[in-house]
T-cell receptor, first 113, second 113 residues
Framework: GESVGLHLPTLSVQEGDNSIINCAYSNSASDYFIWYKQESGKGPQFIIDIRSNMDKRQGQRVTVLLNKTVKHLSLQIAATQPGDSAVYFCAENRGQAGTALIFGKGTTLSVSS | DTAVSQTPKYLVTQMGNDKSIKCEQNLGHDTMYWYKQDSKKFLKIMFSYNNKELIINETVPNRFSPKSPDKAHLNLHINSLELGDSAVYFC????????????FGPGTRLLVL
């Protein structure tokens, strides 16, 4: 079936490195993508989003890239900090208002000092 | 300042009991959702409501009944709890427009013994 998936379940980096978290999706009709960060014991927190008419969007220390040709989404975190340690989820939204987010399986990012 | 709040945060109960989880949002949104996160951290939609009307009802046992007294509240009532209901339940809300960000509550950790 169609799903949003992630390439790696875990990623370990050193403080100050750049991190790249990847996500593949299978539904070419998806038009809205979101990255969430979930810290231990908390709910998913919005990081950044991108619509299908864009290839790149930048936020504070984060960049999302969308490659519609290969149905690939990535989240880049610059100068990763220990506070960035969390589980990161990509999610896609398909179609009409009020529809559910379809989540990928999550990548656990561990940042060591 | 709380945007999406849930009560209780923790819920430990015996099999066969009936329990409710409450959710409130003060973001002025008109669409609310319930998601379930399993032990592998996979997030999946259960229900969504727009302005007190049910718009999504995924394949969820009818022991689960959402109730929306007004557009700022979406409660989840669970009858005859089973061991497999143990999970983290997240409430979320958004505006009722295509491609709107969903904001999540802190979660309710349900453990059925």
């Amino acid at each position: 079936g169609e799903s949003v998936g992630l390439h790696l379940p875990t990623l370990s980096v050193q403080e100050g490195d750049n991190s790249i978290i990847n996500c593949a999706y299978s539904n070419s009709a998806s038009d809205y993508f979101i990255w969430y960060k979930q810290e231990s014991g908390k709910g998913p927190q919005f990081i950044i989003d991108i619509r299908s008419n864009m290839d790149k969007r930048q936020g504070q220390r984060v960049t999302v890239l969308l490659n519609k040709t290969v149905k690939h989404l990535s989240l880049q975190i610059a100068a990763t900090q220990p506070g960035d340690s969390a589980v990161y989820f990509c999610a896609e939204n398909r179609g009409q208002a009020g529809t559910a987010l379809i989540f990928g399986k999550g990548t656990t990012l561990s940042v060591s000092s | 300042d709380t945007a999406v709040s849930q009560t209780p945060k923790y819920l430990v109960t015996q099999m066969g009991n009936d329990k409710s989880i409450k959710c409130e949002q003060n973001l002025g949104h008109d669409t609310m959702y319930w998601y379930k996160q399993d032990s592998k951290k996979f997030l999946k939609i259960m229900f969504s409501y727009n302005n007190k009307e049910l718009i999504i009802n995924e394949t969820v046992p009818n022991r689960f009944s959402p109730k929306s007294p007004d557009k700022a509240h979406l409660n989840l009532h669970i009858n005859s709890l089973e061991l497999g209901d143990s999970a983290v339940y997240f409430c979320a809300s958004s505006k009722y427009r295509q491609g709107e960000t969903q904001y999540f509550g802190p979660g309710t950790r349900l453990l059925v013994l």
